[in-house]
Nanobody
Framework: QVQLVESGGGLVQAGGSLRLSCATSGRSFSSYVMGWFRQAPGKEREFVAAIARGGFSTYYADSVKGRFTISRDNAKNTVYLQMNSLKPEDTAVYYC????????????????WGQGTQVTVSS
């Protein structure tokens, strides 16, 4: 059983920064592709970023490219999402996801999910 626990969400002004963390249980973290999704009120959950097992390859949604950075520390079984230059439209619940089979952009491709952490960006 793999558990993912997000932290680091909160309220921030536009232009500010936040760093989300996702701590995982289990011994196989380094073998998992990890990702972040988000869901704004009234909208579908959408892909934000993903990182390969070794951390050498990363992938981003166009809406966050150049502002967000995904990283991982396999020794700590943790994946991070550094969010800079935040905009009000980044307001959402952010979810950590683990182990993908298929396209990382699709929700149904991911096996494990966290409970989410709220990020609110005020204008």
């Amino acid at each position: 059983q793999v558990q993912l626990v997000e932290s680091g969400g909160g309220l921030v002004q536009a232009g500010g920064s936040l760093r989300l963390s996702c701590a995982t249980s289990g011994r196989s973290f380094s073998s998992y592709v990890m990702g972040w999704f988000r869901q704004a009120p009234g909208k579908e959950r959408e892909f934000v970023a993903a990182i390969a097992r070794g951390g050498f390859s990363t992938y981003y949604a166009d809406s966050v490219k150049g502002r967000f950075t995904i990283s991982r520390d396999n020794a700590k079984n943790t994946v991070y999402l550094q969010m800079n230059s935040l905009k009000p439209e980044d307001t959402a619940v952010y979810y950590c996801a683990g182990e993908v089979a298929g396209s990382y952009a699709y929700i149904t491709s991911w096996h494990y999910w966290g409970q989410g952490t709220q990020v609110t960006v005020s204008s």
